[in-house]
């Protein structure tokens, strides 16, 4: 969501799709495969007959269900109630995405249910849960912000069934506990072999320690750079101290490039462009993460802010980035909380409600900047629904950028892989659609 650039110093290249928004059926097909793949392993042991697993299984619920949300998120309708059947069903039928919505929201609930409710015969969870290491309790928040997230995705509808839904669920959240802390997940990476390291890490750089001065570069870390519009933003009044751990500064500030533009040394690009940061390229042993500390409650803030729920917006609000400061190590967020709070659309203090609201979706961009695109691109999604002020023209589009309009496509087109073994079911599609229709919620 235009936070990368490329290093134009020493590539020719790259981010041709990305850079020009020309999305194809290609485009980002690993997304599909992947999670279809994840949430198939998680459906059989929700599914399987052995008894004591009501716990185990409560997890594999909340965790299709997080999956599960992305997909409808970022392609609408797919395939859901007939998904993962294997043999006895290769041509699943496509679920309307309202529907697999509204039962995410079910799983989660039965999952907390199941969890409360579990038998004393009902096995503990130990070390095989690389997420929560057993937190069952921590588990029942999850579920609690991934149905809190879920709701305010179409909390901007306005049909009047969708609004008495909404009340409702709202009301069952009323005195939930949500994510308190960032929601890591580590199976043991370590730097023994290539396929221990952290798999982000290890796209960045080889085995050698971190400390080792002959830790080598691999071509991924060496391409990607920050884009002119992040390194502006990080850079504006008030700077953001996270900006050093976020990328690498040079003389003093992040330095970076316009997306899609490759002219250097003729063009403008600068002859020296910042890097991924010490606070998203660590070690090794990083840990990879589902959801943070910041995002939930930024959640919160914004469920408050709309009246959903009871609490104090901007003291979640800052809340959210002083913990935002505490995981990527960028030290005290006060001095920065104080003044942003009177910059409207980056604070929560200053401004219109609507400006408040730009602020949570700003600060929720920053906070996840490096960690998750995804979240990032929908919520720029959800935000061009909401109105949000000036999102668009804030965030400009690539040089390069031959998209069928003046913005980002809201979803992603269906894969090839689909397309081929599950023809008969595939909705139609065109580019075009991608960029005029989004997900259920963000139909007018």
């Known amino acids: ?80 109630s007939q998904a993962h059947l294997g043999v006895a069903n290769l041509s699943p039928a ?3 995405d309202k529907a697999i919505y509204r039962d995410l929201v079910v799983q989660l609930e039965n999952a907390v249910d199941m969890i409360d409710n579990a038998p004393a015969t009902a096995l503990v969870v130990g070390s095989e849960d690389v997420i929560l290491e057993g937190d069952m309790e921590g588990w029942k928040k999850f579920a609690n912000t991934l ?42 990476y370590s730097n023994g072999s290539d396929d221990r390291q952290n798999p982000w890490y290890n796209l ?70 910042s890097a991924l940061g ?25 469920a408050a802010h709309k009246g959903y729920l009871a609490g104090d917006p901007q003291a979640l609000f800052d809340g959210a980035i002083a913990a935002s400061f505490s995981q990527l190590g960028a ?34 961009s920053i906070a996840l900047n490096g960690i998750n695109g995804a979240e990032i691109f929908i919520e720029y999604t959800r935000a061009r629904k909401n109105g949000v002020p000036l999102i668009d023209a804030n965030i400009p589009m690539p040089l390069d950028a031959e998209a069928p309009g003046d913005h980002k496509p809201r979803r992603l087109m269906y894969p090839i892989s689909e397309i081929a073994s599950n023809t008969a079911n595939v909705p139609a599609q065109s580019v075009t659609d991608c960029y005029t229709s989004g997900p259920f919620w963000f139909a007018q």
């Open 1 to 80: 969501m235009n936070n990368w650039g490329a290093n134009v110093n020493s590539f020719t290249g790259g981010y041709a799709e990305e850079f020009g928004i020309t999305i194809s059926n290609n485009f980002y097909d690993d997304i599909w495969d992947g999670v279809y793949r994840s949430t198939g392993e998680f459906t059989k042991i929700i599914n399987h007959p052995a008894p004591n697993f009501e716990n185990h299984k409560a997890i594999a619920m909340i965790c299709k269900a997080f999956y599960m949300q992305y997909m409808v998120d970022l392609y609408g309708d797919v395939p859901y």
């Open 94 to 96: 496509y679920d309307d």
């Open 147 to 188: 149905k809190l997230r879920i709701l305010l995705r179409q909390s901007e509808l306005t049909d009047a069934e969708t609004t008495t839904y909404l009340a409702d669920e709202f009301a069952e959240l009323a005195t939930a506990s949500f994510v308190d802390q960032d929601v890591t997940i580590n199976p043991g």
């Open 204 to 273: 960045m750089y080889d085995l050698k320690p971190v400390n080792d001065p002959t830790r080598a570069q691999r071509t991924t870390y060496r391409f990607r750079r920050a884009s002119a519009y992040i390194a502006g933003q990080l850079n504006s009044t008030p700077t953001d101290p996270r900006r050093g751990r976020l990328f690498t500064l040079i003389s003093g500030a992040v330095v970076g490039v316009e997306q899609g533009d490759f002219s250097f040394p003729d063009g403008n690009a600068p002859a020296d462009i």
């Open 278 to 302: 010490p606070g998203l390229v660590i070690s090794s042993e990083q840990d990879g993460y589902m959801m943070l500390l910041a995002e939930s409650l930024l959640l919160q803030a914004e």
């Open 331 to 364: 030290g005290n967020p006060s001095a920065y909380i104080a003044a942003v709070n009177v910059t409207p659309g980056k604070g929560y203090t200053a401004g219109t409600p609507a400006e408040q609201l730009e602020a949570i979706f700003y600060q929720k």
